[in-house]
């Protein structure tokens, strides 16, 4: 699962609202071991998000870098890339 949340700083655009939920969803998800919580456990499970969400959010717009911005398709083409090498499909779109 946590092969899915990746880096969210220094992107041109920023990281969107969606991303750094998705990020948080799937690092409570992890230390859970739920993906999704029974009713019992609903509340503290969107509670967890939430708070790691908003925590999230202030450590990206707080980091400082000198480094150029990257380029969320030239970012993605790399991983692509880099999976073809490693599993041995071709790259695709």
Do not use: W
Not at 67 to 87: C, I, L, M
Not at 88 to 93: E, L, V, W, Y
């Amino acid at each position: 699962m946590c092969r899915n949340i990746r880096p969210l700083f220094n992107f041109e655009p920023p990281a969107y609202p969606d991303e750094m939920h998705e990020a948080a969803l799937q690092y409570v998800r992890k230390i859970s071991g739920m993906n999704k919580p029974s009713l019992a456990n609903q509340a503290a499970f969107d509670a967890a998000v939430a708070e790691i969400e908003a925590a999230t959010q202030r450590l990206v717009s707080s980091l400082t870098t000198s480094a150029a911005p990257k380029d969320r398709e030239a970012e993605r083409a790399k991983a692509r890339a880099r999976n073809a090498a490693r599993f041995g499909t071709a790259a695709s779109a």
